[in-house]
């Protein structure tokens, strides 16, 4: 059902946990429906110097979430920005279908704590 | 790799000796069972002979046996053949919140068709209440279907007690004993039933095969119109082998029945203990002792149950879940939902059910297994760390 690239990353997600103060904070769905998904991320000369993770859900939101962490990590905010639902599933050689919406939060999540970061910057 | 299969309520693999007594079927005697010749006719008394094994494994009458292809073909053939057979007594009928997708949908078909259905709700244990089926009986009331144990939580109904409220008020019976049947005893009697449903799969017969247990004469219209197989009920070439398959299975059942209780409820208090012992914030799902055996089911808070089934998997292990994760419609299942699981606490459900072949060494392995992945997907979890309170 799953890609083997999906179950790397779900076997060995090496950037789950949290940064303590970070620069922003972004979360979403909800337990009820399934798969929640915290981004935190650390911000130096406007790129993306950390991303870490928390993630409730299946193997593909657990998937996701780490691959958005490994893509974001190092870039600018303008190009963290730029991740979509489709490169994310792209990077991990395909979701199921039905998880293409559901649990491929990831960049949603970041982009989140892009805003929240930005919001406490720019007020 | 070490590999513990924890499923048998998917499927259980085919003994040994049914595939043995399986195989002359399929070349040495090919024949057909319509046939009037010596081949036929010696093939038609094979049939019959299998008939009095499967209704001796559930105490009925070898004419009270059709053969068919499934649990689901044997619910279908209950509820719609009683509903169009009775039709013009009275269209409305009773099933439980928690039966299987082939009693639901078939209820839900007749909904459709200007029948009424009402669903009874259970306990928070999947228990129906007898005092609710009896009020929910009307004079229009032509069948009644509930299960007598459940697959996703080993809850196991007081069927001869919601039948006698049947039988008073002149309503067919029929239960679902798919999950049952092999595992604890059933007996139609007993159980004072009017149709009963089992199934290969879940006793060492291969899948493809099951049988549905009517009373005496009961009139029952068939799906599957043909000739005059399985007098009238069921058209189609009967499926030799695997009708041979199942009778060598329900033999089996019937001799190794108590030996089997007795190590299957031995597993189950080591699971059940091991987990309670050893993981926090854990709920048993279904009854604490009117359940299966071999069954075993809990929902662990903060975690979702596919990504646990397949980290499980990573070791080895085998078991099931009801998370909406798992299922195509992401959908939580029913039957969690009508136990009254909140919905974040359904996700983290996980099922193991045990047969003969599983061995105490194996629930050592997978106490062990199932620990670190819970420890692992908690420490991932957002959920986990406001539990924690940090």
């Known amino acids: 059902m799953y890609s083997e690239k999906v179950m790397e990353h779900f076997s060995n997600p090496h950037n789950a946990g949290i940064i303590e103060n970070a620069d922003g904070i972004g979360e979403v769905g909800n337990p009820v429906c399934g798969d929640m998904m915290a981004f935190y991320i650390k911000v130096k000369d406007d790129k993306l110097a950390d991303v870490k993770f928390k993630t409730f859900g299946c193997v593909a939101a657990i998937a996701v979430s780490n691959i958005v962490s490994e893509m974001a990590k190092g870039k600018t905010l303008q190009e963290a920005k730029s991740i979509t639902k489709k490169n994310v599933a792209k990077a991990l050689d395909g979701l199921p279908k039905e998880k293409m919406h559901c649990s491929n939060l990831g960049a949603k999540a970041l982009a989140e704590a892009i805003k929240d970061y930005e919001k406490k910057k720019y007020g | 790799m070490k590999s513990v299969y ?50 001796k494994l559930i105490g009925a009458k070898p004419q009270e046996i059709i053969f068919t292809s499934s649990g689901a073909e044997s619910n279908n053939l209950a509820i719609k053949g009683v509903a169009l057979a009775r039709q013009k007594k009275g269209r409305h009928i009773i099933i439980s919140a928690i039966e299987h997708h082939s009693v639901l949908n078939s209820a839900r078909f007749f909904e459709r068709m200007d029948f009424e259905v009402t669903f009874l709700p259970v306990d928070e244990y999947g228990l129906v209440d007898p005092e609710r089926l009896s ?50 005893p059933v007996d139609v009697n007993e159980l004072n039933v009017d149709l009963l449903s089992l199934s290969g799969v879940s006793i060492g017969a291969p899948k493809g095969i099951g049988a549905l247990y009517f009373r005496d004469n009961l009139r029952l219209m068939p799906l599957i119109h043909g000739g005059i197989q399985e007098s009238g009920r069921r058209g189609g070439t009967e499926n030799v082998p695997y009708i041979v398959g199942l009778g060598k299975a329900s033999v089996l059942a019937v ?126 979890s957002p959920l986990w760390r406001s539990k924690e309170g940090i």
């Open chain 2, 255 to 380: 001799e190794e029945l108590f030996d089997k209780m007795n190590h299957l409820e031995k597993l189950r208090s080591l699971i059940i203990s091991g987990v309670r012992e050893r993981i926090e914030h854990v709920k048993l799902t279904g009854h604490p002792d009117k359940r299966l055996p071999g069954h075993a089911s809990f929902c662990i808070e903060a975690i979702e149950g596919e990504a646990l089934i397949y980290m499980l998997n990573q070791h080895g292990i085998y078991s099931n879940t009801g998370s909406a994760c798992a299922s195509k419609a992401l959908k939580t299942s029913p039957v969690l939902v009508a136990i009254g699981t909140p919905p974040d606490l359904a996700q983290g459900s996980i099922v193991f059910t045990m047969d003969s072949s599983n061995k105490v060494e194996e629930i050592e392995y997978v106490l062990v297994k199932l620990y670190l992945a819970v420890e692992k997907l908690r420490s991932l």
């Open chain 2, 135 to 184: 009020r929910a009986i009307r004079s229009d009331t032509i069948l009644v279907s509930i299960m007598h144990a459940n697959n996703e939580i080993g809850t196991i109904q007081p069927i001869s007690e919601l039948s006698a409220i049947c039988r008073e008020k002149d309503v067919l019976f029929h239960t679902d004993a798919v999950a049952s049947v092999g595992n604890i």
């Open chain 2, 6 to 55: 924890m499923d048998h309520a998917s499927a259980t693999p085919v003994r040994e000796q049914v595939i043995e007594a399986m195989l002359p079927y399929f070349d040495q005697h090919f024949g057909n069972p319509s046939t009037v010749y010596d081949m036929g006719l010696k093939i038609k008394q094979v049939i019959e002979e299998q008939r009095a094994k499967v209704a």
